[in-house]
Structures are given as C-alpha cells and as structure tokens.
C-alpha cells in the first residue's frame, strides 16, 4: 500500500508508525509512506495555508485552494485509491471499515488543524470523512497514525502471527477473551494468590475454546452491549 499524508505537522511522521509491528512493515516495504507539507503550498511567502471563517467566530480555516494545489502535485498510480480527510464530523471508523480500507493500493489522509478544512475542498475534491472517535483532538495527524496503526497490520504478510486477526476483539462483532501467561500462581503484594484459571492448564482444547467464547460473549454482554445489536 501507499500513504500519502496531506499535513502541516511533517515532522510528526512516522511516529508510532516507525515503531514495531508497523515500523518493521515500513522497513520491508509492505507499505510506504510520503508525507507532504500542506505549507509548501501555502498562499505567501510564509506558507500560510488558513484563513478566517467566513460568518465569524473562532479560529481558523485551511483554504480549499491550498488543498487543491497540494493534492494536484499528487499522482494516483492506480485506480484503486481512497483519499480520507480525518475530522470528528465524519463517520466513525470501525473494524469493518478498516477492513474495506487496507484493501487499496494506495490511501491518500487529509490531516486537519485549528478549526477544520473549508468544505467545499472536502466536498469538491471527494474526500470520505472518517472519525476515529467521539471526541476532538487538536490535529489530524495522530487521528491518520490510529487509521493507519488499524490499517497496515491487515495487510497480508504484516502480522508474524496472522491467526490472531481471526479472534481478536471486533473479529465476530465480540470483544476478546482474557489473556494469562507465567506465572501460574501470582502473589500480589498483600500475599494474596491469584492463579490462571484451571482450564487453561487442562491441555484440553475443546474445554478451552468453548471457555474463551463464554466469556467473551459475557465482557461483551457487560462492556458492549451495543455491539450484539450493531451492524458494524
Ligand atoms: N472544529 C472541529 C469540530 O468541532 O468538529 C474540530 C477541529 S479539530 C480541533 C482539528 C483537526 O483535528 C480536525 O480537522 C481533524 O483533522 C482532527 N481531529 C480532531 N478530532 C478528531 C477525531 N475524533 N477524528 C479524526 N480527526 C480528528
């Protein structure tokens, strides 16, 4: 896959995304990354890329000909392309959205600043509004780096262990089991003992299984109930 991140903050990429499972991806290429400083393309000398809103109020707006231009020095190579303009305005993401979006080839992250994009760039130019969430951060930028932390590891060939795509949370509209590992038997700091549940020492597989979907179903039941009834 190819990203193309559209932002004022440069310096801010990779990030997280240089680190672990998604820097080794970067490194071996299942993906790459080029990021494009919306100020290069900014009205003046100084690279001013905002201006007032118009109809008052406050903060500032980033003009939707400096959008144009900066996407104009952009070259799709393939048909199969998104491009994505992240804002709390837009449609929540999840995993099925996820999902659809690791399926292009190329990805094209509109980061936002101060108080948004003017409209008629996102409109005009097609972009798909995506929200990570119900609440507002201060730039795109972290926002593009959870879309892609969530993107690149469905990528076949990403994850050293793909199976673990198959259980995990989201994966059949549930939340994931719990997880033990060593030791056994854990002391806590009050002297009181803790041990991992029976079954998982049983070596007995079917009991094992059958135990992981009854409590997941049952922290799905007690943390997210609105997941058995969403279509996602
Ligand atoms: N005025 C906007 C509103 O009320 O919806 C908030 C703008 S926010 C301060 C600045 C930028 O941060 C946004 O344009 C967007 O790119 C990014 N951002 C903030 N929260 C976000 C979220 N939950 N999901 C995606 N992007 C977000």
């Not at 030791?183 to 070596?203: C, F, T």
């Amino acid at each position: 896959m190819r990203v193309v991140i559209l932002t004022c903050y440069p310096e801010m990429f990779p990030g997280s995304l240089g680190y672990s499972v998604i820097g080794n991806a970067l490194e071996n290429k299942r993906f790459s990354l080029e990021v494009i400083n919306l100020h290069n393309f900014g009205i003046d000398k100084r690279g001013s890329v905002d201006d007032e809103p118009f109809g008052g109020g406050p903060g500032m707006v980033i003009r939707p000909d400096v959008i144009e231009k900066a996407l104009n020095s952009i070259t799709f190579k393939t048909d199969n392309y998104c491009k994505i303009f992240l804002t709390p305005s837009g449609q929540r993401l999840s995993q099925t959205k996820l999902n659809n979006l690791s399926k292009h080839e190329e990805m094209l992250i509109l980061c936002g600043r101060f108080e948004g994009v003017d409209q008629r760039a996102i409109e005009i130019l097609d972009f798909q509004e995506i929200s990570i969430g119900d609440y507002v951060l201060s730039g795109g930028e972290i926002a593009a780096q959870v879309l892609l932390e969530g993107c690149i590891r469905l990528i076949p060939g990403v994850l050293g262990h793909p199976e673990s795509l198959l259980e995990e949370s989201f994966s059949n509209k549930l939340l994931e089991y719990p997880h033990y590992t060593k030791p056994r038997v854990w002391e806590d700091k009050k002297g009181i003992k803790h041990e991992v549940p029976d079954v998982l020492v049983s070596g007995h597989h079917e009991r094992i299984r059958s135990w992981r979907k009854d409590k997941a179903m049952k922290k799905t039941k007690s943390m997210r109930p609105d997941l058995l009834k969403e279509d996602l």
